[in-house]
C-alpha cells in the first residue's frame, strides 16, 4: 500500500468484498476463471457491470472484466450512482487515492479537474469533491480491475445524484473530450430490484434490449414507460454516449443473473448484467 497519500478509507471491505489480500486475490481470480471469456473483435471503450456484494454479482461482473485483461489502459473513469443524499448533483473524491485490501488506487486529479471545468461550463456546476463517502457502487469494482491491470492504472472517480439525460449528457460528453485514448469507461449499475426471479427477467430484458441497441435514449424511455429499471441509469446512458462519441459503435450483453441464482429465493430478486461497449474492426 502506498504511504504518505491522503486515503479514502474503504467502509466495505470485509463485508461487501474479502477484507484479506490474499483471500479477496483467491476470491476474485475465482470469479474470473467461472466467467467464459467471449470475443470481442474490436477496441473496448467501455464497461457495464453490477455492484452488488462480490458473492452475489462477481461472477456477472467477471465476463466484463475478462474481457479487458491484458489491455494496456492508463486511465479508467468509474461512473457510479450515488445511493446517499447529497445536494450535488455529481461528485467526485477529494482524496488523493482509493484503498482496497489490493493497494491503493491514485486519482487523475489532472483528469478530473479538467472534466469540472467542462462540466461547469456545460451544466453551470461541476464535481463537488467529498471526503470519506460511504459509496458501494464504485469502489466495489476496484479489486476487480486491480487484478485485471496488475500494471496499475489511474483514476477517474464520479458518483451521480442526478441521472437525469440532460446530467448524463454534459457528463458524457465532457468524459469524451476529458479521457486519453485508450481510456477505461466502466459504469456501475445493478437492474430490477425486489421483483420475482420471473418479473425481473422479463424488466431487465427489456432494458437491456435498449442497452444492446446502443439507444441511451431508449434506456431512459423504458424506465419511463416502468418496463425496465437501472440504479446506475445515468452511469449507463452517461458511458454509452460518451462511447459513441469516442468511436465505439456497437454493444455486446455478456451475461445477466440475479440474485436467485445465489441464494435460491426467487420471491424477491435484485438483477445483475455485464455488458462491453466496443469499435469494431
Known sequence: MTTGQNLRPSPIA?????GEPATLTRSIDRFLSAAQPQKIDGQIIALIV??????YSGVVAAFAF?????????????????HQFHPARL?????????????SIPVNHE???RLNKLLKADLGDGLTPIVADQEHSLEIQLPFL??????GFELVPVMMRDQSPDTARALANGLAKTMPAGSLLVASSDLSHF??????KALDGAILKAIGDFSPESVYQVEAEERGFACGLGAITAILWAAREMGADKVTI??????????????????YASAVVYKTK
Open 14 to 18: 470485509g463485508t461487501w468484498y474479502p
Open 50 to 55: 453490477p455492484h452488488a456484494g462480490h458473492r
Open 66 to 82: 475478462n474481457a479487458i485483461r491484458g489491455m494496456p489502459v492508463k486511465n479508467v473513469a468509474v461512473i457510479s450512482p450515488m
Open 91 to 103: 461528485l467526485t473524491t477529494a482524496h488523493d487515492a482509493y484503498v482496497t485490501p489490493l493497494g
Open 111 to 113: 483528469l478530473v479537474t
Open 146 to 151: 486491480q487484478r485485471v491491470f496488475s500494471d
Open 195 to 200: 421483483y420475482s426471479d420471473a418479473e425481473a
Open 254 to 271: 455478456l451475461n445477466h443473473a440475479t440474485s436467485g441464482d445465489v441464494t435460491g429465493d426467487r420471491s424477491s430478486v435484485v438483477g
